[in-house]
């Protein structure tokens, strides 16, 4: 890239640090330092604010970069992605924004242990939370090194990794300084930077094509080099029953995995009631539902305007394919507007990694500390005899040390994040997100769904239940080829594969399921009736939420 482009974007990247640096800073000065400030920022967001955060939240470098890369590259399969994650939105919206709400105070493991013991309950909900959150953050990490690597010529390794290292260091920051207020705010002023430039190249493809759509798909078709393959499923899919089994598996994982994420999770108890996290979802659905519809005109349009060999070329993931897409748009290479487009379109790319890694910094924080650390606080206890809600206010730790410990385990979250983005800097960025969504389909959600709705699910059983899908999920993707065995894989000259597919989904979200079940039938204890028809009332009515 020339030295223009390297300055304006650059020039661009410093404006929105210093801008999200400068809000941090500004809440930092007005917090009260109590927990529910630190991590709800005392539940003042309304439904539309909370909304466009949770779009900001959720539409990160995997959609952005990701899914429109994928596009480029494989076309037909690459837009399930986008399909996948748009129809989890629907688990969301009517299995649990309400309901989380309800039972829960600051974590996923807050709704589970309202009626559970709550040491082992929230250990294992702490844990699984935080290796969800760290796959998560992996991703961003993954993102924001291609994107620098791509404006420095692709050529510089060591500013690749500084630039992973720059981005968690200013998580750390992030979550430290301005807890949840500073981080809702960057993802809002994020969402609506991420939709302007979206609607923006969106509109350019449409214009470039004279607003064909049919002349949009065949010339894509025409340069991807795979001709009306690329229009129709088995591209990347279709090569064989692995292919088609590692597709269900994706699917599985990006539609149920939604439901199970804890920094979207922790976006319900922002707003002050159940009604405005269910306004909350709705507000969201819709920007996010437009934005992915935008990102298949975007993934088509690499394809057509710059050619999938190009993007290949440019990265083997297909991470770059939105900026150069901006850069042919603008008027191509040298020209001012390809510079200005590909300046603006990095930087808010640059912006979504930012806020999409602060907000899921700071819900496994919360989890290091509200569940982990506090539960080590808190008496052993082999019932529980208090209501959810006097619990709830009794039980975790003193809030200032727990709130003390949530911004060390920040900056813990961020180095071991920082060192696996390192070591995963060549994969495609919604594929690692993939990877996430399986671990959080298959530890977090089936131990949130029978909480919720079972009525004998037991401490036995949650435990089980979160172990089941968590273990044998992260044991699969050890043991599958994004590892090891595979010319793309993390370890290419090692070789210990054992496991075909490259999502678990298909087999870690029902050995989740299964394990909970296993875990309650062959439970001694029995569960307690009463506090399942307190925690009942409580999740439909809102009677008692905090």
């Not at 990006?254 to 994420?261: D, R, S, Y």
């Not at 707003?271 to 437009?290: D, H, K, M, Y």
């Not at 507007?337 to 790319?349: E, I, N, Q, R, Y």
């Not at 298959?442 to 709705?453: D, I, K, Q, R």
Request: hydrophobic share 55%; charged share 10%.
């Amino acid at each position: 890239m020339s030295g223009d482009h390297q300055s304006l974007a650059l020039l661009l990247f410093s404006a929105f640090v210093a801008v999200t640096l400068g809000i941090t800073t500004w809440v930092s000065r007005h917090r009260h330092g109590s927990a529910e400030e630190f991590y709800t920022g005392g539940r003042l967001f309304s439904p539309m604010e909370n909304g466009f955060a949770i779009a900001g939240d959720y539409m990160s470098a995997a959609s952005f970069l990701g899914i429109s890369g994928l596009i480029a590259l494989f076309g037909y399969d690459g837009m399930l992605y986008s399909v996948g994650f748009l129809v989890a939105w629907l688990v969301v919206l009517l299995l649990v924004a309400e309901l989380v709400r309800n039972c829960g105070r600051f974590t996923l493991a807050d709704v589970v242990a309202a009626r559970m013991r709550e040491r082992p309950v929230r250990i294992a909900a702490g844990t699984s939370s935080v290796a969800v959150s760290v796959l998560y953050l992996v991703a961003q990490m993954v993102g924001a090194g291609s994107l620098v690597a791509l404006l420095l010529g692709g050529t510089s390794e060591v500013a690749r990794a500084w630039t992973v290292i720059g981005v968690g260091a200013l998580m750390v920051v992030y979550v430290t300084l301005g807890g949840m207020r500073a981080t809702t705010w960057i993802q809002i002023v994020k969402a609506v930077l991420l939709l302007a430039g979206t609607v923006a190249l969106t509109v350019l493809v449409l214009v470039r094509f004279h607003g064909d759509f049919n002349a949009l798909l065949t010339t894509a078709a025409e340069r991807s080099g795979h001709g009306k393959e690329f229009l129709v499923p088995g591209l990347a899919y279709g090569g064989g029953w692995t292919a088609r089994f590692d597709f269900i598996s994706l699917g599985l994982a990006l539609v149920l995995g939604t439901a199970g994420l804890p920094h979207i999770l922790s976006r319900f108890y922002t707003v002050p009631t159940a009604r405005a996290a269910r306004r909350s979802v709705v507000w969201s659905i819709g920007l996010i539902g437009s934005f992915y519809l935008m990102t298949i005109v975007l993934g088509f349009g690499a394809a057509a305007v710059v050619g999938t060999d190009e993007v290949r070329a440019s990265s083997a993931a297909g991470n770059t394919a939105v900026p150069l897409l901006a850069l042919d748009l603008g008027g191509g290479a040298g020209s001012t507007g390809g510079t200005v487009l590909f300046a603006v379109v990095a930087a808010v790319a640059f912006a979504t990694i930012l806020a999409v890694v602060a907000g899921i910094t700071l819900a496994s924080s919360a989890s290091v500390a509200h569940d982990l650390y506090a539960s080590l606080k808190r008496p052993r206890t082999k019932s529980p005899t208090k209501s959810p809600a006097k619990s709830h206010a009794k039980s975790h730790a003193k809030p200032h040390s727990e709130v003390a410990v949530a911004r060390l385990a920040a900056a813990g979250i961020g180095a071991v994040a920082i060192a696996l983005g390192l070591l995963a800097r060549d994969l495609n960025v919604a594929f690692l997100v993939g990877l996430a969504f399986a671990v959080a389909a298959s530890a977090n959600l089936p131990v949130l769904l029978y909480s919720l709705f079972w009525r004998n699910f037991t401490t036995r059983g949650a435990v089980w239940s979160v172990y089941g899908g968590l273990v044998p999920a992260v044991l699969l993707v050890v043991l599958s080829p994004v590892v090891s065995g595979s010319p793309e894989a993390i370890f290419p000259g090692m070789d210990f594969q054992v496991f075909p597919l490259q999502n678990p989904g298909l087999v870690s979200i029902p050995l989740g399921f299964l394990a909970g079940w296993l875990g309650t039938v062959l439970s001694r204890e029995t569960a307690d009736e009463a506090k399942h028809a307190e925690s009942e009332v409580r999740s439909l009515t809102g009677a008692g939420a905090v």
